[in-house]
């Protein structure tokens, strides 16, 4: 099964991808403190980012209800270090690239979790926390979230974090029982 969900994730053409046990995963209250502090601006805001998402003691229990952790990443060429446009449409393209690796493991997986960059930005304004998510079949959890040092996560996955001058890379999670 690992290799079947591994040429999943290559369909849907991510750069790499790496298997993690979930038992080898740290959970940092600094990284939820950069939530906290809202560094990206989507703490309190969004269906896929903290508060909503628990505290992180309840995003470890969930985590760690799986044994594995895929690992994927996409590279996205820049024109230069401050082409925010491009960084944007790099997120938006990795985000449906979640979403077409979410419909290709739909039946064939159907016990696991899927996180990935950032907020969710699926909607123009989101309704937390005054109504429930409009798409919760859709809803994939930050990544970041869950108090991950997503270039720790790189290393042990084995898949580079830095990719060179003028790119930026995108990440994502998939948790499953394998």
């Known amino acids: 099964m690992i ?3 591994t040429a999943m994730a290559a369909d849907v053409h991510f750069s790499e991808t790496g298997w993690i046990d979930t038992a080898q995963l740290r959970f ?8 906290e502090e809202n560094t ?6 969004s269906w896929a980012c903290p508060p909503a998402i628990g505290t992180l003691e309840e995003c470890e229990i969930r985590v760690r209800g ?5 690992l994927f990443s996409k590279k996205y060429a820049l024109e230069d270090s401050f082409d925010f446009e491009g960084m944007m449409d790099g997120m938006k393209d990795f985000k449906n690239r979640v979403d077409a690796f979410s419909r290709r493991l739909s039946g064939r997986l159907p016990e696991h979790l899927l996180l990935s960059n950032e907020g969710c930005g699926r909607c123009a304004e989101c309704t937390y926390p005054n109504a429930p998510c409009r798409f919760p079949h859709l809803l994939h959890h930050s990544l970041e979230g869950y108090g991950f040092i997503v270039s720790e996560l790189a290393v042990q996955a084995g898949i580079r974090y830095h990719n060179g001058a003028n ?3 995108y990440f994502g999670a998939l948790l499953c029982n394998l």
């Open 28 to 35: 940092y209250p600094q990284v939820r403190k950069l939530c």
């Open 66 to 70: 799986y044994s594995k952790m895929l």
């Open 40 to 45: 990206c601006r989507s703490y309190g805001t």
């Open 3 to 5: 290799s079947e969900i």
């Open 167 to 169: 790119t930026v890379t």
